[in-house]
């Protein structure tokens, strides 16, 4: 009886997956050990392009016993749970907020435990339901969510379509108390670059603030400091969030901008004042990071980019969008997308398809994401493995 109800109980649901199954489109945990470069999946080992390591720091072993054996020295801890605005801080975390501050040109800046919580913290402070967002289409769905539990009106604009954003601001803007113009640098599901001074020109005109989620730059352009820095940009701009989980090999994220802004968030931003903080240990070893490896010279940098050059140029004969060492070769349906992933992952080549409803329906592609750890000879095996794949 129990059993019967449950399934009537769980009928939409099960429903909903079966049609994702049908459609390509179900998503799994997979069982994966990482390896340097590679990762093992069921015994077989991969060259891993799936990763957004791009500088490959979460691998390097060197990096990381260092940081261990100093860190040990220093009695640090391994945890602190507590939230930061209780006991959940100490000089570790306030020195990376000083530094990261510094770094981008900012008055403050402000720890969260991930991109999400930044920016669903973010939105979901700076806006109520009188005001109105601006948001390119394709920015991340933490961006879209922050602003609903906001209760602001969303406007999105086309991608990168800076004409279509002037249009919809003149006939909305007015109509708004606050509003704010919201977009990515870099793209992660295309792998293309915003202009972030084209964004700065339309918000000093319609007298809005702008906020750019750096997570998928920083730490690569500008010896690290990101796309707003790259583009002379960073005055410009009133926030910029970036994460410590991609670039830096590490984890959680952190917002910059003027000292009112961020006390403002301290006191309002749910996502920071209700979260148990970091991990210690974890911050200590995105501020290490950051001087070790990331801050000390372009070699890591500098390698990313030229790996994204050979890659391009190895696949001439596919579409391959952005331009980016976050590659995606856009396939179209989501069936051939999932062929193509398993054909490559028999070969020894870790490549996930993107598919509906991450991205438009028709557009399902293989995201390719370089790391530093990579080498020419690894991008020409996989050129050579994906121009031979069966049609």
């Known amino acids: 009886m129990e059993s019967n109800n449950s399934d009537i109980l769980y009928a939409p649901y099960t429903k909903a997956l079966e049609e994702l199954k049908v459609n390509f489109s179900f998503r799994e945990v997979k069982d994966i050990q990482q390896d340097g470069k590679f990762i093992k999946l069921n015994n077989k080992r991969?060259?891993?392009f799936s990763s957004n390591d791009y500088l490959g720091i979460s691998t390097d072993t060197v990096l990381v016993k260092q940081f261990l054996k100093e860190y040990a020295h220093t009695g640090g801890k391994i945890s602190n749970p507590?939230?930061?605005?209780?006991?959940?801080?100490?000089?570790?975390?306030?020195?990376?907020?000083?530094?990261?501050?510094?770094?981008?040109?900012?008055?403050?800046?402000?720890?969260?435990?991930?991109?999400?919580?930044?920016?669903?913290?973010?939105?979901?402070?700076?806006?109520?339901?009188?005001?109105?967002?601006?948001?390119?289409?394709?920015?991340?769905?933490?961006?879209?969510?922050?602003?609903?539990?906001?209760?602001?009106?969303?406007?999105?604009?086309?991608h990168l379509d800076y004409e279509d954003l002037r249009q919809k601001l003149i006939k909305y803007r007015k109509n708004y108390k606050k509003a704010i113009i919201s977009s990515e640098s870099l793209f992660s599901m295309d792998g293309d670059i915003a202009d972030i001074n084209r964004l700065a020109d339309l918000k000093e005109e319609f007298n809005t603030l702008l906020i750019i989620d750096e997570a998928h730059s920083f730490g690569v352009y500008a010896d690290g400091a990101g796309i707003c820095k790259e583009q002379n940009a960073i005055s410009r701009v009133d926030l910029i969030l970036a994460t410590f989980g991609k670039a830096v090999g590490s984890y959680g994220a952190f917002v910059a901008g003027s000292g009112i802004l961020i006390d403002y968030l301290i006191n309002f931003a749910r996502s920071f004042i209700f979260s148990t903080t970091l991990p210690e240990i974890s911050v200590a070893f995105s501020y290490y990071a950051l001087l070790e490896r990331i801050l000390k010279d372009n070699v890591l940098q500098n390698k990313?980019?030229?790996?994204?050059?050979?890659?391009?140029?190895?696949?001439?004969?596919?579409?391959i969008m952005g331009e980016s060492y976050i590659a995606p070769v856009l396939i179209g349906e989501n069936c051939r997308a999932v062929e193509l992933s398993n054909f490559l992952i028999q070969n020894g080549?870790?490549?996930?398809?993107?598919r509906y409803p991450t991205v438009a329906k028709n557009t399902a592609r293989l995201r390719l994401s370089l790391n530093s750890a990579m080498e020419i000879a690894d991008i020409n095996a996989l050129a050579e493995c994906l121009n031979s794949a069966p049609v």
Do not use: M, W
Not at 94 to 122: D, P, T
Not at 349 to 354: A, E, N
């Open 46 to 48: 991969l060259l891993n």
């Open 82 to 158: 507590s939230a930061r605005l209780l006991c959940g801080t100490n000089s570790i975390y306030l020195e990376l907020e000083q530094f990261l501050a510094k770094l981008l040109n900012k008055e403050r800046a402000l720890i969260f435990n991930s991109g999400y919580h930044g920016n669903v913290g973010v939105y979901s402070s700076l806006l109520d339901g009188d005001d109105i967002v601006f948001v390119d289409r394709l920015n991340h769905a933490s961006i879209i969510d922050g602003i609903r539990l906001s209760k602001a009106k969303i406007i999105p604009y086309k």
């Open 304 to 319: 990313l980019f030229n790996l994204n050059t050979h890659l391009r140029k190895s696949l001439k004969t596919f579409d």
């Open 349 to 354: 080549f870790y490549v996930l398809p993107v």
